[in-house]
């Protein structure tokens, strides 16, 4: 059992605490009148047939290696063979996709576990459907030539964040089971430069990075990194990326065809990376670069085969976890938050 929350976890959590992994990774952002101008085309005026079969995609973030199934479904035709023309939209910031989602204003939109939870519990009528990644990416991340060789040498030692929430409780659970607490060590802002703060030496250790990124970040510029990995360290596994529907929508017949799509297309992303990886760089060529290659073998075999399947008991005890952790008051039914289509 976790301790109760600290006056530092109960403080008010903002909805971007979860999206601090992305807001470093720096790209050129689409901005919110251009999102809002593909989302009104794809809503534009169409035949009865026609708008039946349009279907929008909020991303999280730009287009990654993390949306491969994705985007080999769409360049691959598995879901023009469910009859779906599906678009996706890089939001303009990204707390936006699931609150347009809760609005109608999007079909789906890529979003969290843990901020499902959390948007639920504040009255959002989302549920999840699907799975894009099923395990976790975040970690906590020390040099691996540094002095910190288990999660009991961060005693007294500065970790690096970004946006503190729902990080301050996966680094507080890490700690407790190492018989350590947060004020045991010294918790060091370090805005979205986690990786550059661990190696100029400003951190010893920094919570909130992905380990498909920042670990291939650190390797290409020569200073590798050594990973505690947060389902290894006392917090429950979860679902790093979902799929997010408005759950006044569930019977809408475009979400079933959608993931059986879905779960063709990571069927031929897993058994032909190769040439799965070759379309993803077609359709996006300035994603063609060593980071990318390397984060795309290792999210691989992350992404889940059944992307529909829900494991109930894993909602169940993540749940339980965030109330642990003062993240949400009380822990709902699972079909609260989640849904297996037929």
Do not use: C
């Amino acid at each position: 059992m976790y301790p109760p929350a600290t006056s530092l976890h109960r403080r008010k959590r903002e909805d971007n605490s979860f999206m601090s992994l992305y807001l470093r990774r720096l790209f050129r952002r689409p901005s919110f009148v251009a999102v809002l101008l593909a989302l009104a085309l794809i809503a534009a005026p169409l035949t009865a047939a026609q708008a039946a079969d349009r279907l929008s995609v909020m991303l999280d973030w730009f287009v990654n290696p993390d949306h491969a199934p994705l985007i080999v479904g769409k360049e691959k035709g598995f879901f023009a063979a469910q009859g779906l023309d599906v678009t996706f939209i890089e939001p303009a910031d990204p707390n936006d996709p699931p609150k347009l989602v809760a609005a109608g204003q999007a079909d789906l939109a890529v979003s969290y576990q843990p901020q499902l939870h959390i948007q639920v519990a504040q009255g959002l009528p989302l549920r999840r459907i699907g799975t894009l990644v099923a395990t976790p990416l975040n970690a906590l991340v020390v040099l691996a030539d540094g002095p910190i060789t288990t999660i009991a040498d961060l005693q007294g030692r500065r970790v690096g964040y970004s946006v503190g929430g729902f990080e301050d409780a996966l680094l507080q659970a890490m700690l407790v089971k190492h018989g350590l607490e947060l004020s045991d060590i010294e918790l060091v802002n370090v805005n979205f430069s986690l990786s550059p703060a661990l190696i100029a030496g400003q951190v010893d250790a920094v919570i909130g990075a992905f380990r498909n990124f920042e670990l291939n970040q650190m390797d290409i510029v020569g200073r590798p990194g050594r990973a505690f990995f947060v389902e290894e360290e006392g917090v429950p596994a979860y679902d790093e990326l979902i799929l997010v529907a408005n759950a006044a929508r569930l019977e809408d017949p475009r979400l079933s065809r959608f993931l059986r799509g879905l779960e063709e297309a990571v069927q031929y992303l897993v058994n032909h990376p190769d040439d799965s990886w070759k379309a993803f760089i077609a359709a996006y060529p300035d994603r063609d670069d060593e980071l990318n290659r390397r984060a795309w073998a290792d999210t691989l075999p992350r992404f889940a085969l059944r992307p529909a399947a829900l494991d109930r008991r894993r909602y169940d005890r993540f749940a339980a976890f965030l109330v642990e952790q003062g993240l949400i008051e009380s822990a709902l039914p699972v079909n609260a938050y989640a849904v297996e289509l037929p």
